[in-house]
């Protein structure tokens, strides 16, 4: 009950035109030549609840102040990052209160080197298994600003699917390519088709063989009736 309190009491002082009412939450990726960032906005509850006892009262602007050096050490723990399989380092974690009364934790990472990269969200086990989010990746690197870009990979993530994995590499052999082009296709090679290129092949050849016999039969027959 304690830590409902201040919950309901951000719900009542931080106002009703928020563009986050809930725990629903929304996660960007964003990749740059140095660095990669992790953007993630969510509502004063959705904040508070991470807070526990510790959230203030109210969610005015000394609430706010209070809150939010406490909500940038939280911020470190929402996600797991990975690249290749291992472990990205947290380069700084960060949490701003936006102008919609949005919260915006922003995560940095050092650029990703191998692939793919995971993102895995932790914050679903304080939350109900109705609750989701949503992720999307944008390579920053193609435009300045993402509403120039198009997602590069994007999906719901919730308590029994909090990952989403994307990958930035692109030089896969142009054969691979081809053969996975075919196979999602579901186009497969039949053993007919290279049965009937072997006897495309072994029946002309014996053929001319065959041939090659008669005609030194001939040679032959033909020079015993002179002699």
Same mark, same amino acid.
């Given at each position: 009950?304690?830590?409902?309190?201040?919950?309901?009491?951000?719900?009542?002082?931080?106002?009703?035109?928020?563009?986050?009412?809930?725990?629903?939450?929304?996660?960007?990726?964003?990749?740059?030549?140095?660095?990669?960032?992790?953007?993630? @906005?969510?509502?004063?509850?959705? /904040?508070? &609840?991470?807070?526990? *006892?510790?959230? +203030?009262? #109210?969610?005015?602007?000394?609430?706010?102040?209070?809150?939010?050096?406490?909500?940038?050490?939280?911020?470190?723990?929402?996600?797991?990052?990975?690249?290749?399989?291992?472990?990205?380092?947290?380069?700084?974690?960060?949490?701003?209160?936006?102008?919609?009364?949005?919260?915006?934790?922003?995560?940095?990472?050092?650029?990703?080197?191998?692939?793919?990269?995971?993102?895995?969200?932790?914050?679903?086990?304080?939350?109900?298994?109705?609750?989701?989010?949503?992720? @999307?990746?944008?390579?920053?690197? /193609?435009? &300045?600003?993402?509403? *120039?870009?198009? +997602?590069? #990979?994007?999906?719901?993530?919730?308590?029994?699917?909090?990952?989403?994995?994307?990958?930035?590499?692109?030089?896969?052999?142009?054969?691979?390519?081809?053969?996975?082009?075919?196979?999602?296709?579901?186009?497969?090679?039949?053993?007919?088709?290279?049965?009937?290129?072997?006897?495309?092949?072994?029946?002309?050849?014996?053929?001319?063989?065959?041939?090659?016999?008669?005609?030194?039969?001939?040679?032959?027959?033909?020079?015993?009736?002179?002699?």
């Amino acid at each position: 009950m304690r830590r409902v309190v201040p919950v309901m009491m951000a719900l009542m002082l931080g106002g009703v035109a928020h563009a986050h009412l809930g725990n629903e939450n929304d996660t960007e990726v964003r990749i740059y030549s140095d660095r990669m960032q992790v953007v993630t @906005r969510a509502s004063i509850p959705f /904040a508070w &609840r991470l807070l526990g *006892d510790r959230a +203030p009262v #109210a969610a005015d602007d000394a609430g706010k102040d209070r809150a939010r050096p406490l909500l940038a050490a939280e911020a470190a723990g929402l996600f797991k990052m990975t690249a290749g399989g291992k472990e990205l380092p947290l380069i700084k974690s960060d949490c701003q209160f936006e102008v919609e009364r949005d919260v915006a934790f922003v995560l940095t990472y050092p650029r990703p080197t191998a692939w793919p990269v995971e993102v895995t969200a932790r914050f679903f086990d304080s939350l109900t298994n109705l609750e989701s989010g949503t992720v @999307r990746v944008f390579d920053f690197k /193609a435009a &300045r600003f993402n509403s *120039d870009l198009d +997602p590069l #990979a994007e999906g719901v993530i919730h308590q029994g699917r909090p990952s989403l994995a994307f990958s930035l590499e692109t030089n896969a052999p142009p054969e691979k390519v081809v053969a996975d082009r075919i196979e999602a296709a579901g186009v497969q090679p039949r053993p007919e088709d290279s049965e009937g290129r072997r006897w495309f092949v072994v029946v002309p050849g014996v053929c001319a063989a065959l041939l090659g016999i008669w005609l030194n039969r001939r040679r032959f027959r033909s020079r015993v009736r002179e002699g």
